[in-house]
Every structure is written in C-alpha cells, then in structure tokens.
C-alpha cells in the first residue's frame, strides 16, 4: 500500500458555525421566558417593593408577602433588613452559580426590558381604540385610570417606583400567575384546556379590575374604568401566555411608571 506524501497540501478547514449570542433580541422573542429565568428578572423589583415601603406611601393592596415577612421578622426592623439582605445573598450566589454552568446570561435582561417596554409604552393607545371602536367608550380617566387623583396626587419619584414595582410583581403574581395559569390548570378537567384557558382569562380580567374599587382605598366605580382596566388585565394575560411572567411583570411595573409619571 503507498504511504501518502507528508508535504501533501492540507485541505482548507471550514470554520464552525458561531453559536448565537445569547440575550440578543432574536433569540429571546424566539420563545416564552421559563419559569426560573423569570424569578430571576422579576427579584430586583421584589427587593426595591420590599424596601421602598420603608420609605414611602406604595404598599399593594393585593400584597400578601409582606404582612407575613414582618411577622416573621418579629416586627424588627433589624431582622426585616437581615432577611433581606440574606435574600441577596442568596440571589447573588444563583447568578454566579447559573452563570458557571452557562445556563445564564445576565444579557438576556436587555430584551426583556425591551420588549416590555414597547408593550407598556403601547398598551394605553391599544385599549382606548379597543374602547372607542368596539365598545364605544372613552373613558374619562386621568393618565388611563391607574390611579384615583386623590391618591396620585403628591407623589414623589420614590412613590413612583415603590407603587410600580409593588403593582407590576404582586398584581401579576396574583392575577396572572395564579388567576390565569393556575385557575386554567385547576379547571382544564372539567371543560378542555382551552375553554379553560379562557374562562380563567375572563375571571381574573375582571377580577383584576373589580379589586381597584374595592376596600378603604378603592376607587368610587366608574363603567369605563372598569372596562379600561378589565381590558388591561386581558392584555397583561396575553403577554402572560405567550411570552412569560418576566414580561408581563416588567410590562405592568413600566407602564404604571409611565402613568404615573404623567399626572
């Protein structure tokens, strides 16, 4: 057998394809943001909301954590900060730990704020033409209702961000996370996964409305705030669905910081 010549001219190696760079746009609206991901972007405003009421007027009415955070901390200051310094921590070393595996990319946070903002930026403009076309209301609210003048008045940028962050993370924790997937999840025996699906989306819709006229602080009723808001909830459970609890959570928090901005 003749033994091939060394100084044979080598062939050309093709180059490997570059794998895609994670956190870019493209990749991320290629699919719906996964359940821990989403913990992870939705944390930072858990921390700001958790320590923003310290200082400010923006606690949540449909927020169920905190009263039991501080009967945890035994009504300590001291403790309360401890806890949560633990949780940054613990925050902290996940990031590292996710980021050695290469099982994530702190990058992957540019689209979320991204897309979130186009979609809370958006969100007004859509539900009014909805209203006006379809429902023929327009609704006689303040900066699209969010809040009553009474309670937005003399807010400062610290309220702002304390009232949007509280909003955004515990409204779509109870709303769509629990409203939308879990009451979807708990009715799809009794009448098929889609019929679920939307009977669950049109009772956490409305329930998200109803819960800003209800209690010391709610809103007298109005029609068209009703239908704004219920609308609203509709939108947020759409974006839920489709594209994640990160989104929909940055999405509300943004817009409310929009809105509120305004007045």
């Known amino acids: 057998m003749a033994r091939a010549r060394d100084d044979a001219p080598e062939k050309p190696r093709r180059k490997a394809a570059r794998p895609a760079t994670k956190g870019t746009l493209t990749n991320h609206l290629a699919g719906r943001v996964d359940p821990l991901t989403s913990a992870i972007f939705v944390f930072p405003l858990f921390i700001v909301y958790q320590l923003g ?37 613990a925050y902290a070393a996940l990031l590292l730990l996710l980021r050695q595996r290469e099982s994530f990319d702190p990058k992957a946070f540019v689209p979320v704020l991204a897309e979130s903002t186009f979609y809370a930026l958006s969100m007004g403009s859509i539900i009014l033409f909805v209203m006006h076309h379809f429902v023929e209301l327009v609704p006689g609210l303040s900066a699209s209702g969010e809040l009553s003048a009474a309670l937005a008045s003399g807010l400062t940028l610290l309220d702002v961000i304390v009232i949007s962050a509280g909003a955004g993370l515990h409204e779509e924790l109870i709303f769509r996370l629990v409203g939308v997937g879990g009451l979807s999840w708990l009715l799809a025996g009794a009448m098929g996964e889609k019929q679920a699906w939307v009977a669950a989306l049109l009772i956490s819709s409305l329930s998200f409305s109803l819960a800003h006229h209800l209690g010391p602080s709610g809103e007298p009723f109005v029609f068209a705030a009703f239908v704004y808001r219920t609308l609203a909830g509709v939108f947020f459970a759409l974006i839920y669905q489709v594209r994640g609890l990160a989104v929909a959570v940055w999405t509300h928090a943004i817009y409310d910081i929009y809105v509120l901005s305004m007045i």
Do not use: H, P, W
């Open 53 to 89: 009421i310290l200082l400010s007027r923006g606690l949540n009415g449909v927020d169920f954590v905190t009263a039991s955070l501080v009967e945890l901390c035994e009504r300590d200051l001291g403790n309360y900060l401890v806890i949560l310094s633990g949780m940054l921590i």
